[in-house]
């Protein structure tokens, strides 16, 4: 959430496509979270893409973060108020951090979603 003029966001290439595997809204704003074969999951603002395919894959929950104690820190300090993606990023906070937070177990665990289910 630290974005600044210069923040860069490769690994993105322009022209390629990258699936969305959940979408975050804060204030007037919309992210998207992506991930390259390199790198692990994260966030990115969605007015860096042209979407291709509009639809919401099946089995995507969404959290209100105001309504949940272990989420409502979100929004308190960063102003996020809805997550919506696979089940596990929006419904155990700590899954949530450590994919943020580049946390190899959590983000293993994203990696066995992302075969599954996502």
Known sequence: ????DRTSYSPL?????????????????????????EQPPFWVPSSLFRLVDARIPAGWEFS???MRPDYKCLFDAFKISCL???PLLVNEYLHY?????????EVLRFMEEEQHHI
């Open 1 to 4: 959430m630290g974005e600044v």
């Open 13 to 37: 290439n322009v022209g390629d496509c990258y699936v969305v595997y959940a979408m975050m809204f804060i204030s007037d704003r919309v992210d998207y979270l992506v991930r390259t074969p």
């Open 64 to 66: 209100i973060t105001q």
């Open 84 to 86: 919506v993606g696979y």
């Open 97 to 105: 951090v450590g994919v943020v937070e580049g946390d190899p177990v």
